[in-house]
């Protein structure tokens, strides 16, 4: 397992980070301990491009089997970028939905964070490239080759929601 320094202490947590779509699903599985985060899988829900009723089916399914088979403590997902297309827009907060279902079946917490709050925590910058973020996820995970984008995308919102705790531990112990 893959480290990189990222929360406070406590006990082991397995967040999981989802990018949403309506054809294909990024999740990213890491597991935060003390100060370090690690990678634990990462891939791709294909939904496929059938019935729409049956892609919401396969996202929720997907999510509730990698949440059931890795000991997931806590979710993140990554909020919908509004689009010019409204249909897409439509279809990809659907595709959201199927995975916060998934998550709220399973008694998760469950954390939003918007593409441009990711890309800031990971690179610095809201505006970055995906191939920037991607490039920052291998790097504070310490992985080689390449991610499929979709992963990448999902392990970055796991990091995200692991340096906002970091910073709202913070923050409290300031108070």
């Excluded at 985060?37 to 891939?43: D, E, L, Q």
């Excluded at 000991?71 to 659907?94: M, Y």
């Excluded at 991607?134 to 991610?147: D, E, N, P, Q």
């Amino acid at each position: 397992m893959a480290s990189a320094a990222l929360t406070t202490a406590g006990p082991p947590r397995r967040v999981l980070g989802i990018d949403p779509g309506s054809v294909k699903t990024g999740f990213g599985v890491i597991e935060v301990s003390g100060a370090t985060a690690g990678y634990i899988t990462s891939g791709v829900i294909q939904a496929g491009t059938g019935p729409f009723a049956g892609r919401l089916h396969t996202i929720f399914t997907g999510i509730g089997e990698v949440i059931a088979g890795h000991a997931i403590t806590e979710a993140a997902i990554e909020e919908v970028f509004i689009n010019r297309n409204p249909q897409s827009a439509l279809k990809l907060g659907q595709g959201r939905g199927a995975a916060m279902c998934a998550c709220a079946s399973a008694g998760l917490p469950l954390h939003e964070y918007t593409p441009r709050s990711v890309k800031q925590a990971l690179v610095g910058r809201g505006g970055a490239e995906k191939d920037q973020v991607g490039y920052m996820v291998r790097a504070i995970l310490g992985l080689k080759g390449a991610l499929k984008e979709d992963a990448a995308d999902a392990l970055a919102v796991a990091l995200t929601h692991a340096q906002q705790d970091r910073f709202n531990a913070r923050v409290a112990g300031q108070r």
